[in-house]
């Protein structure tokens, strides 16, 4: 086992990640390379009285710790069972390994917008990905989850267990997943890409796509981006000092520029990138940034996206606003609206959309972005129905994520779990 303390050499590299905008100081870092490793880091923290976090990425990171930290990256372990079309992944590696080592066998993963976000963090956070209105959460396609909990025990965690329903979907407080089990889709390749537009168009863009996504078959999976973009060299030309709206597409359908046609009508784009993709491409649709950076940010799901609504996003969030934040309205429904055959932790499958905020922070300002968050939100607090929890990035107290995220009943079931499985709080990180 290998533990880094404050001071020694690594261990600053070791707690950096995507995130920068969480200052950590853990009383010690285990650089996990196998179970056996997480076994020990268990053991000696709850010998020790230390809490114990977990890090893979840090995309997710939301709070710092003064116990133990567990870091994952190092096990990047994936197979892929072409027969059974599993995978089986270990705790640090990234979606990006994953699609790869599964497209060889024309096999794609529930993952993401972003390659680069770890896959055990995203699945036990209910994994919202690009094909989810085809296939729903990625933590219903789980088949089986290995767990160190709190009393030190490595254990095998499959359908039917209670841990095997609260990791998936309750994410925190159970325990540290070593290794991880799940379906694979045959999904070669997909019609995919985005159209931007500029911030004349924006208003118009977004009532057009409205429109456009309420009808949308199940296999098209949609969101629309408004986006300022720094007036910098490295920014593409088109986009550069713009605040543009950027409607996303994964397409599992037929005729795809039959389909994407309306949009394609409602302003000149300033960038088309739709095309047939190999789903090994996918991580392109939305091309967000792999460079570490600070960020906050919430979000609301919703049962309905209004006249009154699409305003007030235009105005706290639009081209006119003082400082926009990059916001992500998602259509939900579709799978996403049915019951999956082996439920993990439940969440609104009535909601409709689900609106995102995130603003790049540096340490200062986060008290003003989260007041520029609140009055966004609180103008769609008549039609919310709750949160996502991979979206909220350091926002809110855990125990108002928990009351707005879970439903009372499966909120109820997952503190009865907790108090059986690690009432001494060890794993107290969110
Ligand atoms: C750029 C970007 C794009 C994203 N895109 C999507 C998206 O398309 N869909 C979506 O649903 N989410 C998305 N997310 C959210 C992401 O799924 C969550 O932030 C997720 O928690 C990140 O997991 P991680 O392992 O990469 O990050 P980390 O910060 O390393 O981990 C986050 C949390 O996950 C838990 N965790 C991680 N590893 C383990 C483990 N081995 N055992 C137990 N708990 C663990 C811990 O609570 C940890 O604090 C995105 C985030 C970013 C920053």
Redesign the pocket.
Known sequence: MNLLRPGQAGYADEIT???TAVATAPAAVVAAESAED?VAAVRYAAGHGLSV???????????GTDGVL?S?RR?TGVEIDPGTRTARVE??A?WEAVIEAAGEHGLAPL????P???????????????M?RRYG??ADHVRALD?VTADGELRRVEPGSDLFWA?RGG????????A?EFALLPVRELYGGSLTFDSADVPAVLRVWRTWSAAAPDTLTTSVAMIQYPDLPMVPAPVRGRHVAQVRIAYLGENGDDVVAPLRAAAPALADTLRTIPFTESGSI?A??RQPHG?HGTNATVSQLNDAMLDAVLEHAGPGAAAPPVLIIDRLGGALARNPETPGVGWDSSAEYVVRA?SVVDGDGVADVRRAHAKLFDALAPWTTGR????V?GEHAPEEVAESVFPAADLRRLRELKRRYDAGNV?R??
């Open positions: 990640g995507f995130q997480v976090a977990v890090q893979a990425t840090g995309h997710g990171l939301t709070a567990i994952t096990m705790a640090g990234r993952s993401g917008s972003s680069d976000v770890g896959v055990v963090g995203y699945t036990l956070s209910g994994g919202f990905g690009l989810a959460r990625a767990v990791l994410r925190d407080g159970f325990g540290v997943v070593t991880i939305a967000e940034p960020y995130l996502l929890l991979p979206f990035y794993f990180a969110g």
